[in-house]
């Protein structure tokens, strides 16, 4: 089984399809482990059978919903729960773990043998470690969990903690519990209760530029952070979809909605993942809570569902049936590796042609770079199994360049800050004889007159915005040069793909 399920903005949130489904999420959410700071709720029945779902015809072809980002399960799966650690940092998860409830019978035997994995036996459970660095574990007939990366003692000691009945943060517990008041489809949950020190956002704050001019109070913005608990996304799946973010404070918010739309953009663009739609949204304070709300563009959906990802698997995992009702899959082995190649290739130009825009704005590409990586890390998961090497060489060409061009982002960063440190009024010596002052490290002068202090704190802001424009363009130059090279190859192999097996790619 393969999901591709929402990877945990900086921002999301949890609720249940209905209340009479309350208490099955809630089983599974308190199987989830401990140590998650982050979890995902998928109602995939509701999400199937939403506006968005019957419009797009997912019941019909799941495939439609796994391209759409909401994401790739077998056709008897019906509940998904999955719990991630996110590194805050670098918004990365250090490792992820999904329960799932299926229609019909579910056999680690069976996945392992069709996948080629590892049978094991992990706290007297039936489990299988799979070659893409995921152990499953079969928890009852219909219930089965997965965590990645593969390793034996986090699998270990997640059981043995569900065992004793030790479970998630209180505030990531109750969200199996909400009520469907906003009938929401997808919802996740951040917990961010004592994530960050006021030291550290006072110091992350003071970066603002609305900070910077005065616009915005440190201080008080400081403890508006400060007293984050958590943060909920919930997506409604209307036509156009829709999506909430909620912040949860522990006291009343004293921040205005202005204010506190700023922060959320600002936060979000730091991550590397704002949506050009967000700029738009309409913000609300309401006692401890802030949210901020608006429709989604299908991008929008895809890019917020790729934040976090599944360690499982798309193949059917039924004790009963190999192939899903209805299969038309060739059994002559050159079609069925068309089929599968063809299938791959669409996939990842999916995927890189909803960011292709995007290599080309250099204006956005900062706040945008975080999908780079997200992009080429669910490329590097797509399933291998018939798919011709050279497909598989080009989607491992595609992954790279995507991480080569968030690297050029990130570098273009710390290049430009350590540069930018280089250039400060407060240690430039001044030469009296001339009129004019120097470069303390020796790097070209800049030529300010003695007795206008006004005019050297500008000429050091108008020398630091050349520098940031100068990075910026080469790193909008790499970044077209990959964007560039990417397109050559998916032509090439497109041509290549369908002279081979005859199918048009």
């Excluded at 949890?14 to 709720?41: E, G, Q, Y």
């Excluded at 419009?55 to 799966?77: H, L, M, N, Y």
């Excluded at 409604?236 to 202005?258: E, K, M, N, S, W």
């Excluded at 956005?364 to 997200?374: E, G, I, K, P």
């Amino acid at each position: 089984m393969r999901f591709v399920i929402p990877r945990a903005l900086c921002a999301l949130s949890l609720t249940v399809s209905a209340v009479h489904a309350a208490d099955d999420f809630d089983r599974l959410v308190k199987m989830l482990p401990r140590s998650a700071n982050a979890v995902v709720i998928l109602n995939i029945d509701k999400a199937m059978a939403s506006p968005m779902g019957k419009f797009e015809g997912w019941q019909q072809d799941v495939e439609k919903s796994f391209e759409a980002g909401i994401t790739r399960v077998p056709p008897q799966a019906k509940r998904f729960v999955l719990g991630a650690e996110l590194d805050f940092d670098y918004l990365k998860p250090l490792w992820e773990a999904a329960v799932i409830d299926s229609r019909e019978p579910v056999s680690t035997a069976t996945i392992a043998k069709k996948r080629g994995g590892q049978t094991d036996t992990i706290e007297s459970l039936a489990a299988v470690a799979l070659p893409e660095d995921v152990y499953l574990i079969q928890f009852d007939e219909t219930t089965i969990g997965a965590i990645g990366p593969a390793n034996r003692k986090m699998a270990t000691g997640w059981l043995r903690d569900m065992k004793a009945g030790l479970n998630l943060s209180s505030y990531l517990a109750k969200a199996a519990s909400y009520s469907d008041d906003t009938r929401s489809d997808i919802i996740v949950a951040v917990d961010l209760d004592g994530a960050f020190s006021l030291e550290k956002i006072v110091a992350y704050l003071k970066q603002n530029p609305a900070v910077a001019s005065g616009e915005v109070n440190v201080q008080k913005a400081a403890r508006f952070l400060s007293d984050v608990q958590g943060v909920r996304l919930g997506i409604r799946l209307t036509q156009p979809p829709t999506a909430a973010i909620a912040v949860d404070c522990t006291a009343p918010v004293a921040v205005d909605a202005d204010v506190a739309k700023n922060a959320f953009l600002q936060v979000l663009s730091d991550g590397g993942v704002l949506l050009a739609e967000m700029r738009d949204w309409k913000c609300e304070v309401k006692g401890a809570e802030v949210s901020l709300q608006g429709p989604l563009t299908k991008n929008g959906l895809r890019r917020v569902l790729s934040l976090v990802d599944s360690p499982t698997s798309s193949q059917p995992a039924s004790a009963h049936a190999a192939t899903p009702v209805g299969d038309t899959t060739s059994t002559d082995p050159k079609q069925q590796m068309a089929q599968s190649t063809k299938k791959h290739f669409h996939e990842v130009t999916e995927m890189f042609d909803d960011l292709k825009g995007e290599m080309k704005n250099a204006a956005n590409l900062a706040v945008t770079s975080t999908y780079f990586d997200r992009y080429a890390k669910r490329m590097e998961r797509l399933p291998v199994l018939d798919v011709d090497p050279v497909m598989l060489d080009y989607s491992g060409y595609v992954a790279g360049e995507l991480r080569a061009a968030s690297g050029s982002v990130r570098t273009m960063g710390i290049r430009g800050g350590s540069r930018e440190a280089q250039i400060n009024y407060s240690d430039i010596d001044y030469d009296y004889a001339y009129g004019y002052r120097s470069g303390w490290n020796g790097s070209a002068a800049l030529a300010v007159p003695v007795s206008d202090g006004v005019g050297a704190v500008k000429a050091v802001g108008a020398e630091r915005r050349k520098i940031r424009a100068e990075e910026k363009g080469i790193m909008a130059t790499d970044v077209h040069q990959i964007r560039a090279d990417v397109i050559d190859a998916t032509s090439k192999i497109r041509r290549a793909m369908t002279e081979k097996y005859r199918v048009e790619f």
